[in-house]
């Protein structure tokens, strides 16, 4: 493995991973739960229909993979609820969008394994995160408070860049800012498309995290972090 010079990861579900994956309405409950202002809605279900509804009121409005931030819909959800007064509306934008990013970090967490592999291979390869969000700032927050962003050279995510992954803007950036010829990366992360087969186009080489088994003919995967260390350590 001495020919590579980076390896790009994935963030969420590869190094950092949540306690309760979100389902349903879980994203909507974040930030509605405990935000102080539950009292403008009857009750939750209302809520998470006007939650539902800026989201797909703002995603008709954007191109494939083209990304936005989430406080968006905060703020298009509020504008829409009749019973809050123009006055306060970016006081109770700001409180759902300060709960949902409490509640989110609050079920984020970081293994031992991964976290001892990450520093083992960063003193043998460059590192950087490729990762999609849509958090201004929150891939940098949860890396850097559970002590490993300074182990990354750089960091790109979606919010920044405008565009998710698959598309193919977010990895160019990201190639350019390693600096090395594309076939001098290595890609990991837990997204078939996004993390194997769409870096594997762009010319990277590509691991996939996976964790579930799918068993995937023809993959070069792994299960763990312990598995990658002995694919590019050993």
């Known amino acids: 493995m001495n020919k590579y010079k980076y390896i790009f990861f994935d963030c969420m579900e590869t190094i950092v991973d949540l306690y309760e994956l979100p389902k349903g309405n879980d994203y909507a409950l974040w930030a509605f739960k405990g935000s102080g202002v539950e009292h403008y809605w009857n009750d939750f279900i209302e809520f998470a229909k006007y939650y539902e509804t800026s989201k ?18 905060f703020e298009l959800l509020v504008d829409k609820s009749k019973s809050i007064g123009l006055n306060i509306k970016t006081e109770v934008v700001t409180k759902l969008y300060e709960n949902y990013w409490r509640t989110y970090k609050s079920k984020c967490y970081i293994s031992p394994e991964v976290r001892e592999v990450i520093i083992q291979l960063s003193k043998r390869y460059k590192l950087a995160i490729v990762s999609n969000f849509m958090v201004k700032d929150g891939i940098e927050e949860l890396l850097f408070s ?89």
């Open 146 to 234: 559970n002590g490993i962003g300074e182990l990354f050279d750089f960091i790109i995510t979606s919010i920044n860049v405008g565009w998710r992954k698959p598309h193919s803007r977010i990895y160019e950036i990201s190639m350019q800012s390693a600096g090395c010829n594309n076939s001098e990366i290595i890609f990991v992360g837990d997204d078939y498309e996004n993390d194997y087969l769409t870096p594997q186009r762009m010319g990277m080489k590509s691991i996939f995290l996976d964790k579930y088994d799918s068993q995937r003919a023809g993959t070069e995967r792994v299960s763990s972090f312990n598995e990658l260390k002995t694919a590019l350590l050993i």
């Open 56 to 73: 797909i009121e703002i995603g008709v409005t954007l191109e494939m993979d083209e990304e936005y931030e989430l406080i968006r819909r």
